[in-house]
């Protein structure tokens, strides 16, 4: 149950009864919750909604800062991607808020901040709001970030797809970014040829 509290008072902490159409739900425990403020008592588990987590990583480069035979120091974004599927198995569409703490030294996306628009922060996390039509699927992305220095050997298979992937998605120094495009095509070249 998410409740609002309208009053400039505090509501102590204690148990709720929880009803629908004068028919009994069931009973919570609710934390003190501040004047003006949100809460979500937690009272019975909705069957009728599943979701499937699918968690991954990946790095992606921010910047160059050195280049120096053939090992490249750079600034590298770490990437943390939690996909959400929300199935709802109910006749009837469900409002859901997907409750998510992001990472200690990460942050939100751009991506992620633009979807979450209307997201609201209850107790140190981010409350997601996803509509799941009746019988359907929907998908939720949250991508959090944190940077790190990484050093890139140019000479082997990961550093050069970790440098095209730079290339592809950065814009830097059309000088520059000739150069490395002919180490990137040159590797490629190599590799196809050895195959």
């Given at each position: ?28 425990l609710s934390e ?127 550093g050069i797809r970790?440098?095209a992937l730079f ?29």
């Amino acid at each position: 149950v998410r409740i609002v509290n309208p009053s400039s008072y505090t509501l102590d902490a204690g148990p709720f009864t929880v009803y629908a159409k004068g028919q009994f739900l069931g009973e919570g425990l609710s934390e003190a919750i501040l004047p003006k403020s949100t809460a979500f008592i937690p009272y019975a588990l909705d069957r009728s909604i599943v979701a499937d987590p699918e968690v991954d990583t990946r790095e992606e480069i921010e910047r160059l800062l050195t280049i120096q035979r053939g090992v490249v120091t750079t600034e590298t974004r770490r990437i943390l991607r939690t996909k959400l599927t929300l199935s709802n198995r109910g006749g009837e569409e469900a409002e859901v808020y997907v409750r998510h703490k992001v990472a200690p030294g990460f942050e939100l996306t751009a991506k992620s901040a633009e979807a979450s628009s209307k997201v609201e922060k209850l107790g140190g996390a981010h409350l997601f709001p996803v509509t799941v039509p009746a019988g359907e699927a929907v998908e939720l992305v949250i991508e959090e970030w944190t940077p790190l220095l990484k050093t890139v050997d140019i000479r082997t298979d990961g550093g050069i797809r970790d440098v095209a992937l730079f290339l592809r998605k950065r814009e830097i120094d059309p000088g520059l970014k000739d150069k490395l495009k002919a180490i990137v095509d040159s590797h490629t070249d190599t590799a196809n040829l050895q195959e």
